[in-house]
C-alpha cells in the first residue's frame, strides 16, 4: 500500500522527524501510529530481503516525507539494517580475538603455570626452569590470597562480615568491625568462582587471567577511540600488555598487577566523556577508578593524579559538536552542559577519592609511616638506569625496569611519526587549505591542539621512565624530590617504579595516536589503499605484537607455589584452642614486627585451620603491636621464654605456640632452627603437641599444673654471620650480627655496621654457661675522623640465660656510622672423638632448609629434605666458627651418604661422592654446605671431619 505524500517537510523537529525516519528503516519500524504504521512494518517485512528493500520499506515508514528520496539514497536504509547486524558479529569476533589474546599473554609469561591450574598459583616471574613448583612459598601471592579468601568466609559464613579473626588477635574478646574494600573488584569473581566449586588455586588463577582480560580489553577500546582499524587496536593492545612490570607484579601476586587491568578503563572513560560528551563515560571512568583503590593504592594514586592528562589529551583531540570530523564547534551553553553532565560522574568519583585519601592518611598516623616513607627506603627500592637496558644488571627490580629492544624502538619510531606531523605542520601553517587537511582533522583545537596532545603523551612516558628511577634519578632524584612535595600522599610511596602501571594505557594511547596520525600523513599524497595492503597492514601488526610479546616473555619462567591442604600441626592448634571460652590464640614463631612476607605462611595456614593468632603480616607497623607483642616475645625466636612473658601469654589467652621450621632465615635468629628447637623442648612448661612439614606446635601448660623436671641444654653450635639492622625507629636494638667475625682471648666477637640512637640496645648470651663480664665498646668514626673509645663494664650475666645490655653511644648523636664493637663469650665447644673426629649434627646447622627429625629420646638427631617442599640445591651452613683443629689439611663427609646430597666446602677437593678435603689454617671460620638435588627424599645426619692423614672412618 501506497501511502500519500505531504506537500511540505515540517520545519519543527526535522532533526528528531529524521533520525526517527532512519531509526525506522533501519530497523523496519514506523514512526507513525495507525494504519500507515502496520502497512510500514508489513511491508518492510514483506519485501525483505529483495533489491527495493530500502526504497519500498523507507516510504511506507516515513509516510512519503522526503522528497528525493530515490535512487542509491534509498540503499541507504538497507546498508543500515546490514551494518547493525555486521557491527553486531564483528563485536562477537573483537571478544573472541581479544579472550584468545589475553589467554595466549598468560600462557606465554606464565608457562608452565597451564599445568598447575588447580593446584597451584605463580609466586614469581624469574625463576630458573630447574626449580620446578614448591609447596607453600612466602610472598605477597599468599597474602593477597588470605583477604580473597577472607571474604569468601564472609559471603559463607566461615568468617563474621568485616572482622579479620585469625591474624593480629590481641587477646580482645570482641574483634571490631573493619569497613573496607577487601579488594572486591577481583575478590568478588574469586568468591564467585569459589562457590561454583572450584579449588582455591583454580579461582585464583581464572581471577589473574580475567586481569588479563580487562586489560587487553580496554586497551582495545582505547585503541578504537583513535581511529586505528580493529587488527592494528589489537595488536596495540597485547603490546601495551607485554610491558614486564605488569607481569612481575601480577606473577608475584601484588594487588598492582590486578589493579592495572582497570586503569586504561579510567582512562577509556575520559575520553568518553570529554571527547563524545556520553554520560556513561563519566560513570565508566569513575566506576573504574574507585574500583582501582578497591584493589591498588598504587593505582589509584596514580589513576587520580593522571586524571588531568587524560583530559587535556582528550579536549585536545575533541571534535566537532556534532561527533564528526571537521564538524562546527559551538561554545556555547549547551556544549558546556553536554561536558558537565558527562564528566560529572567521573567528579563525583574525584571527589570521594580525596575524601578516601584523606581517611586512609588519617589511618597512618598511629603507624610507623605517619611521617611518609624516608629516603633511604625509597633508596632501596630505586632502580639503576642500566637496567633499563641489561635486565640482569645488579640493582633493586632490574626485571620490572627493563623493556626489551622491541618496546624502545616502537617508542622512537612513534617518535619520529610525531615529529613528522610537526614538520608538515610548520611547512603548511599559513596554507588555507590544511584545515580541511586529514593529518588535521578531528580536533577543534587546530593542528597544534592534535600535535599538542601527541606531544603530552611522549612527555608523560618519559617522565615515567624518569620518576621510576626514584633517587637514582637525574639531578640526585629531583623528579621525585619535586613531587613529593607538590603531592603530599606520594610520600607514602616507597617504590616509585609503581608509576609503570600507567605505562599500558599511556602505551596504548600513544602508539594508537602515531598510527592514526601516520596514516593522516599519507592520506596527504592521495594514495588509495587497495584491498591487498590492508591484508599486509594486518599481518604485519601481527608480528610486531608477536615479536615484541616473544621478545620479552621469553625471559620469564614462572615460579609455582603449590598450595597443600591443612596442617596437622595447625588442626591440633585450632582444636585446643576451641576447646576454651573464649576461643584461645596462638603464637607464631618467629616472631615479626608485622610487615615480612614469612608471616604470609602463617596466615595461609591459619586461616584454614581457624586459629587465631597474636600475630600477621600488615604493610605497615603499629606501636601497639610492637609494644605488647614483637618486643614482649622476641626473645622467643631465640629459644628464651621467661615466667614473665610465659604468664603474658596466658593473659593474653595463648594456647599453643607454634615453630615454622621452614620461614627460618638467618635475619631474624642469632642461631639455627634446631637450638630453638631444643630449649623448647627441654622447657617444662610446654609440652610438643604435633608436627607436619616443619611445623611444631607446643602447648603452653597451665599455671596451675604440675610441671615435669626439665633439662639442661648446651649453648648452639652454629652461629650466623651477617648484619641486620634494627626493626623500629624509637626503639633501636641489634642482635649479635656478625658483620666480620674474629677470635681474641678465648672470645668471639661482631662487628655491627649501623646508625643508632643515642642508647643502644645489645642482645647477649652467657656462652657455655660460664659467668663472665660483658665488655661492650663502641667506636665512632665521624666527619673529622676523631677516634673516641667508651668502654662499659656489665654485672656477670647467670648461665645459660639471655640479658638486654643498654648503653650510651660515643657521641650521643644519631649521625655519622658507628661501629659497634661487641665481646661475645665462647659458644659451646666443637668436642671430638676419641678418634679425634668432629662430629656436627646437621640439625643445628640449618636455616630455613630441611626439616627437623627426633630420635627415639626425643632429640634433634637429624635432617631431612623432601621434594617439592626443599628447594633444589639449597644450602645448609655452618658451623660458621672456627673448628678445633690446628693448622693442616682435613677430610670431610656426609653421614650417611646420600646419592641426592652433596657436600662443598670453597677450596675443598672431591675426593669420592660426599668426601672432600680441604686446607686449615687453624684460626679461620669453616662453612660447610650440603646441596639437595631435589629428585627424592634425603636424610643427613652429620657432618664428620677428621685429619686426612688418619684412617677413613666407615660410614654406616
Same mark, same amino acid.
Given at each position: 500500500?501506497?501511502?500519500?505524500?505531504?506537500?511540505?517537510?515540517?520545519?519543527?523537529?526535522?532533526?528528531?522527524? $529524521?533520525? @526517527?525516519? +532512519?531509526?525506522? %528503516?533501519?530497523?523496519?519500524?514506523?514512526? &507513525?501510529? =495507525? /494504519?500507515? *504504521? #502496520?502497512?510500514?512494518? $508489513?511491508? @518492510?517485512? +514483506?519485501?525483505? %530481503?529483495?533489491?527495493?528493500?530500502?526504497? &519500498?520499506? =523507507? /516510504?511506507? *515508514? #516515513?509516510?512519503?516525507?522526503?522528497?528525493?528520496?530515490?535512487?542509491?539514497?534509498?540503499?541507504?536504509?538497507?546498508?543500515?539494517?546490514? /551494518?547493525?547486524?555486521?557491527?553486531?558479529?564483528?563485536?562477537?569476533?573483537?571478544?573472541?580475538?581479544?579472550?584468545?589474546?589475553?589467554?595466549?599473554?598468560?600462557?606465554?609469561?606464565?608457562?608452565?603455570?597451564?599445568?598447575?591450574?588447580?593446584?597451584?598459583?605463580?609466586?614469581?616471574?624469574?625463576?630458573?626452569?630447574?626449580?620446578?613448583?614448591?609447596?607453600?612459598?612466602?610472598?605477597?601471592?599468599?597474602?593477597?590470597?588470605?583477604?580473597?579468601?577472607?571474604?569468601?568466609?564472609?559471603?559463607?559464613?566461615?568468617?563474621?562480615?568485616?572482622?579479620?579473626?585469625?591474624?593480629?588477635?590481641?587477646?580482645?574478646?570482641?574483634?571490631?568491625?573493619?569497613?573496607?574494600?577487601?579488594?572486591?573488584?577481583?575478590?568478588?569473581?574469586?568468591?564467585?568462582?569459589?562457590?561454583?566449586?572450584?579449588?582455591?588455586?583454580?579461582?585464583?588463577?581464572?581471577?589473574?587471567?580475567?586481569?588479563?582480560?580487562?586489560?587487553?580489553?580496554?586497551?582495545?577500546?582505547?585503541?578504537?577511540?583513535?581511529?586505528?582499524?580493529?587488527?592494528?587496536?589489537?595488536?596495540?593492545?597485547?603490546?601495551?600488555?607485554?610491558?614486564?612490570?605488569?607481569?612481575?607484579?601480577?606473577?608475584?601476586?601484588?594487588?598492582?598487577?590486578?589493579?592495572?587491568?582497570?586503569?586504561?578503563?579510567?582512562?577509556?572513560?575520559?575520553?568518553?566523556?570529554?571527547?563524545?560528551?556520553?554520560?556513561?563515560?563519566?560513570?565508566?571512568?569513575?566506576?573504574?577508578?574507585?574500583?582501582?583503590?578497591?584493589?591498588?593504592?598504587?593505582?589509584?594514586?596514580?589513576?587520580?593524579?593522571?586524571?588531568?592528562?587524560?583530559?587535556?589529551?582528550?579536549?585536545?583531540?575533541?571534535?566537532?559538536?556534532?561527533?564528526?570530523?571537521?564538524?562546527?564547534?559551538?561554545?556555547?551553553?549547551?556544549?558546556?552542559?553536554?561536558?558537565?553532565?558527562?564528566?560529572?560522574?567521573?567528579?563525583?568519583?574525584?571527589?570521594?577519592?580525596?575524601?578516601?585519601?584523606?581517611?586512609?592518611?588519617?589511618?597512618?598516623?598511629?603507624?610507623?609511616?605517619?611521617?611518609?616513607?624516608?629516603?633511604?627506603?625509597?633508596?632501596?627500592?630505586?632502580?639503576?638506569?642500566?637496567?633499563?637496558?641489561?635486565?640482569?644488571?645488579?640493582?633493586?627490580?632490574?626485571?620490572?625496569?627493563?623493556?626489551?629492544?622491541?618496546?624502545?624502538?616502537?617508542?622512537?619510531?612513534?617518535?619520529?611519526?610525531?615529529?613528522?606531523?610537526?614538520?608538515?605542520?610548520?611547512?603548511?601553517?599559513?596554507?588555507?587549505?590544511?584545515?580541511?587537511?586529514?593529518?588535521?582533522?578531528?580536533?577543534?583545537?587546530?593542528?597544534?591542539?592534535?600535535?599538542?596532545?601527541?606531544?603530552?603523551?611522549?612527555?608523560?612516558?618519559?617522565?615515567?621512565?624518569?620518576?621510576?628511577?626514584?633517587?637514582?634519578?637525574?639531578?640526585?632524584?629531583?623528579?621525585?624530590?619535586?613531587?613529593?612535595?607538590?603531592?603530599?600522599?606520594?610520600?607514602?610511596?616507597?617504590?616509585?617504579?609503581?608509576?609503570?602501571?600507567?605505562?599500558?594505557?599511556?602505551?596504548?594511547?600513544?602508539?594508537?595516536?602515531?598510527?592514526?596520525?601516520?596514516?593522516?600523513?599519507?592520506?596527504?599524497?592521495?594514495?588509495?589503499?587497495?584491498?591487498?595492503?590492508?591484508?599486509?597492514?594486518?599481518?604485519?601488526?601481527?608480528?610486531?605484537?608477536?615479536?615484541?610479546?616473544?621478545?620479552?616473555?621469553?625471559?620469564?619462567?614462572?615460579?609455582?607455589?603449590?598450595?597443600?591442604?591443612?596442617?596437622?600441626?595447625?588442626?591440633?592448634?585450632?582444636?585446643?584452642?576451641?576447646?576454651?571460652?573464649?576461643?584461645?590464640?596462638?603464637?607464631?614463631?618467629?616472631?615479626?614486627?608485622?610487615?615480612?612476607?614469612?608471616?604470609?605462611?602463617?596466615?595461609?595456614?591459619?586461616?584454614?585451620?581457624?586459629?587465631?593468632?597474636?600475630?600477621?603480616?600488615?604493610?605497615?607497623?603499629?606501636?601497639?603491636?610492637?609494644?605488647?607483642?614483637?618486643?614482649?616475645?622476641?626473645?622467643?625466636?631465640?629459644?628464651?621464654?621467661?615466667?614473665?612473658?610465659?604468664?603474658?601469654?596466658?593473659?593474653?589467652?595463648?594456647?599453643?605456640?607454634?615453630?615454622?621450621?621452614?620461614?627460618?632465615?638467618?635475619?631474624?635468629?642469632?642461631?639455627?632452627?634446631?637450638?630453638?628447637?631444643?630449649?623448647?623442648?627441654?622447657?617444662?612448661?610446654?609440652?610438643?603437641?604435633?608436627?607436619?612439614?616443619?611445623?611444631?606446635?607446643?602447648?603452653?601448660?597451665?599455671?596451675?599444673?604440675?610441671?615435669?623436671?626439665?633439662?639442661?641444654?648446651?649453648?648452639?653450635?652454629?652461629?650466623?654471620?651477617?648484619?641486620?639492622?634494627?626493626?623500629?625507629?624509637?626503639?633501636?636494638?641489634?642482635?649479635?650480627?656478625?658483620?666480620?667475625?674474629?677470635?681474641?682471648?678465648?672470645?668471639?666477637?661482631?662487628?655491627?655496621?649501623?646508625?643508632?640512637?643515642?642508647?643502644?640496645?645489645?642482645?647477649?648470651?652467657?656462652?657455655?654457661?660460664?659467668?663472665?663480664?660483658?665488655?661492650?665498646?663502641?667506636?665512632?668514626?665521624?666527619?673529622?675522623?676523631?677516634?673516641?673509645?667508651?668502654?662499659?663494664?656489665?654485672?656477670?650475666?647467670?648461665?645459660?640465660?639471655?640479658?638486654?645490655?643498654?648503653?650510651?653511644?660515643?657521641?650521643?648523636?644519631?649521625?655519622?656510622?658507628?661501629?659497634?664493637?661487641?665481646?661475645?663469650?665462647?659458644?659451646?665447644?666443637?668436642?671430638?672423638?676419641?678418634?679425634?673426629?668432629?662430629?656436627?649434627?646437621?640439625?643445628?646447622?640449618?636455616?630455613?632448609?630441611?626439616?627437623?627429625?627426633?630420635?627415639?629420646?626425643?632429640?634433634?638427631?637429624?635432617?631431612?629434605?623432601?621434594?617439592?617442599?626443599?628447594?633444589?640445591?639449597?644450602?645448609?651452613?655452618?658451623?660458621?666458627?672456627?673448628?678445633?683443629?690446628?693448622?693442616?689439611?682435613?677430610?670431610?663427609?656426609?653421614?650417611?651418604?646420600?646419592?641426592?646430597?652433596?657436600?662443598?666446602?670453597?677450596?675443598?677437593?672431591?675426593?669420592?661422592?660426599?668426601?672432600?678435603?680441604?686446607?686449615?689454617?687453624?684460626?679461620?671460620?669453616?662453612?660447610?654446605?650440603?646441596?639437595?638435588?631435589?629428585?627424592?627424599?634425603?636424610?643427613?645426619?652429620?657432618?664428620?671431619?677428621?685429619?686426612?692423614?688418619?684412617?677413613?672412618?666407615?660410614?654406616?
Amino acid at each position: 500500500m501506497r501511502t500519500s505524500r505531504p506537500t511540505a517537510m515540517p520545519h519543527k523537529g526535522c532533526a528528531r522527524q $529524521r533520525g @526517527a525516519a +532512519a531509526r525506522a %528503516g533501519r530497523g523496519g519500524e514506523a514512526v &507513525r501510529t =495507525g /494504519r500507515q *504504521a #502496520t502497512e510500514a512494518v $508489513r511491508t @518492510a517485512r +514483506a519485501y525483505e %530481503g529483495a533489491r527495493d528493500y530500502g526504497a &519500498r520499506a =523507507g /516510504r511506507a *515508514a #516515513t509516510g512519503g516525507w522526503y522528497r528525493g528520496w530515490h535512487g542509491k539514497e534509498q540503499i541507504i536504509l538497507v546498508e543500515s539494517a546490514k /551494518r547493525e547486524n555486521h557491527d553486531m558479529t564483528t563485536r562477537l569476533k573483537s571478544l573472541f580475538a581479544i579472550t584468545l589474546a589475553a589467554l595466549v599473554l598468560y600462557v606465554l609469561y606464565f608457562w608452565p603455570m597451564p599445568g598447575f591450574m588447580g593446584t597451584g598459583i605463580p609466586f614469581t616471574s624469574y625463576v630458573s626452569k630447574d626449580l620446578g613448583p614448591r609447596y607453600l612459598v612466602q610472598g605477597d601471592h599468599l597474602q593477597l590470597l588470605y583477604h580473597f579468601e577472607l571474604l569468601n568466609g564472609f559471603f559463607h559464613g566461615d568468617t563474621p562480615w568485616f572482622r579479620n579473626l585469625w591474624e593480629f588477635n590481641l587477646g580482645d574478646a570482641e574483634i571490631p568491625r573493619l569497613i573496607g574494600p577487601y579488594y572486591a573488584p577481583f575478590a568478588l569473581p574469586y568468591v564467585l568462582l569459589r562457590s561454583l566449586g572450584c579449588t582455591d588455586a583454580l579461582s585464583w588463577n581464572l581471577t589473574q587471567l580475567l586481569s588479563v582480560w580487562a586489560g587487553v580489553f580496554f586497551c582495545y577500546c582505547l585503541a578504537r577511540r583513535h581511529g586505528v582499524r580493529p587488527w592494528t587496536a589489537l595488536a596495540i593492545s597485547v603490546v601495551a600488555n607485554a610491558v614486564p612490570y605488569r607481569w612481575v607484579t601480577l606473577s608475584g601476586g601484588s594487588p598492582t598487577g590486578f589493579g592495572m587491568g582497570l586503569l586504561p578503563g579510567v582512562v577509556l572513560g575520559v575520553e568518553l566523556a570529554v571527547r563524545d560528551r556520553r554520560v556513561w563515560g563519566g560513570v565508566l571512568g569513575g566506576v573504574c577508578l574507585l574500583a582501582c583503590y578497591a584493589i591498588d593504592l598504587h593505582c589509584f594514586l596514580f589513576a587520580a593524579l593522571s586524571l588531568p592528562l587524560w583530559g587535556l589529551v582528550a579536549l585536545l583531540r575533541t571534535n566537532g559538536t556534532n561527533g564528526g570530523d571537521g564538524g562546527a564547534t559551538r561554545w556555547n551553553r549547551r556544549w558546556f552542559g553536554q561536558l558537565f553532565i558527562s564528566v560529572l560522574p567521573l567528579a563525583i568519583a574525584g571527589i570521594l577519592s580525596l575524601a578516601i585519601a584523606a581517611a586512609v592518611k588519617s589511618g597512618y598516623q598511629s603507624t610507623d609511616v605517619s611521617d611518609g616513607r624516608t629516603w633511604s627506603e625509597i633508596r632501596l627500592c630505586s632502580p639503576d638506569w642500566r637496567s633499563f637496558f641489561d635486565p640482569f644488571f645488579a640493582c633493586h627490580m632490574p626485571d620490572q625496569f627493563h623493556m626489551g629492544w622491541m618496546l624502545p624502538a616502537l617508542l622512537l619510531v612513534s617518535g619520529i611519526v610525531l615529529l613528522a606531523g610537526v614538520c608538515i605542520w610548520w611547512r603548511s601553517r599559513h596554507s588555507v587549505e590544511n584545515g580541511r587537511d586529514a593529518l588535521f582533522r578531528g580536533s577543534v583545537f587546530g593542528p597544534l591542539g592534535g600535535l599538542f596532545a601527541g606531544g603530552l603523551l611522549a612527555a608523560a612516558i618519559l617522565f615515567s621512565f624518569v620518576l621510576a628511577l626514584g633517587v637514582n634519578g637525574p639531578f640526585d632524584g629531583l623528579p621525585l624530590r619535586l613531587v613529593r612535595a607538590l603531592v603530599p600522599p606520594f610520600k607514602m610511596v616507597r617504590q616509585p617504579i609503581k608509576v609503570f602501571c600507567l605505562l599500558p594505557a599511556l602505551y596504548t594511547s600513544f602508539f594508537a595516536y602515531s598510527v592514526a596520525l601516520a596514516a593522516s600523513i599519507r592520506s596527504r599524497t592521495g594514495f588509495c589503499v587497495c584491498r591487498a595492503e590492508r591484508v599486509w597492514q594486518r599481518v604485519a601488526a601481527v608480528l610486531v605484537a608477536a615479536i615484541v610479546v616473544f621478545s620479552l616473555s621469553g625471559r620469564m619462567y614462572a615460579g609455582i607455589c603449590l598450595l597443600p591442604g591443612k596442617n596437622a600441626a595447625y588442626e591440633a592448634s585450632a582444636a585446643l584452642a576451641r576447646g576454651r571460652e573464649p576461643p584461645g590464640r596462638a603464637l607464631v614463631l618467629p616472631v615479626w614486627p608485622g610487615d615480612s612476607s614469612y608471616s604470609s605462611l602463617y596466615q595461609y595456614h591459619a586461616q584454614r585451620s581457624g586459629l587465631r593468632m597474636l600475630n600477621g603480616y600488615a604493610a605497615v607497623k603499629t606501636g601497639d603491636y610492637l609494644e605488647r607483642v614483637f618486643y614482649a616475645f622476641e626473645t622467643m625466636t631465640e629459644g628464651e621464654c621467661t615466667q614473665a612473658q610465659a604468664e603474658a601469654l596466658r593473659e593474653l589467652g595463648v594456647d599453643v605456640v607454634l615453630l615454622q621450621e621452614n620461614a627460618w632465615p638467618s635475619k631474624v635468629s642469632s642461631f639455627p632452627f634446631g637450638y630453638t628447637l631444643r630449649r623448647f623442648l627441654a622447657d617444662p612448661r610446654f609440652e610438643l603437641l604435633a608436627e607436619e612439614d616443619g611445623v611444631w606446635a607446643f602447648r603452653l601448660r597451665g599455671a596451675e599444673e604440675a610441671l615435669p623436671e626439665g633439662k639442661q641444654v648446651p649453648p648452639p653450635v652454629g652461629i650466623v654471620r651477617h648484619f641486620a639492622g634494627p626493626f623500629a625507629k624509637d626503639r633501636m636494638r641489634v642482635r649479635l650480627r656478625a658483620f666480620a667475625g674474629y677470635q681474641q682471648d678465648g672470645a668471639f666477637g661482631w662487628l655491627v655496621r649501623g646508625r643508632f640512637p643515642e642508647r643502644v640496645t645489645v642482645y647477649c648470651d652467657s656462652g657455655d654457661g660460664v659467668e663472665s663480664n660483658r665488655v661492650v665498646r663502641t667506636l665512632a668514626l665521624g666527619k673529622s675522623d676523631a677516634v673516641r673509645l667508651a668502654a662499659i663494664e656489665r654485672p656477670p650475666v647467670p648461665p645459660r640465660a639471655f640479658s638486654w645490655l643498654t648503653f650510651p653511644s660515643a657521641d650521643g648523636q644519631n649521625s655519622g656510622v658507628e661501629l659497634l664493637d661487641v665481646a661475645y663469650a665462647p659458644m659451646q665447644p666443637l668436642a671430638k672423638d676419641r678418634d679425634g673426629t668432629l662430629q656436627l649434627c646437621a640439625a643445628d646447622l640449618t636455616h630455613e632448609f630441611g626439616t627437623t627429625v627426633l630420635n627415639e629420646e626425643g632429640e634433634p638427631s637429624a635432617l631431612a629434605f623432601k621434594p617439592l617442599r626443599d628447594p633444589v640445591s639449597c644450602a645448609v651452613a655452618g658451623p660458621d666458627r672456627p673448628l678445633p683443629f690446628p693448622a693442616g689439611r682435613y677430610r670431610a663427609e656426609l653421614e650417611p651418604d646420600d646419592p641426592h646430597l652433596s657436600l662443598c666446602l670453597p677450596g675443598a677437593t672431591e675426593l669420592r661422592r660426599n668426601v672432600i678435603e680441604f686446607d686449615y689454617d687453624g684460626t679461620s671460620f669453616a662453612n660447610f654446605t650440603i646441596q639437595y638435588d631435589g629428585c627424592e627424599p634425603a636424610q643427613v645426619r652429620s657432618i664428620l671431619v677428621r685429619p686426612a692423614s688418619g684412617p677413613e672412618r666407615s660410614v654406616p
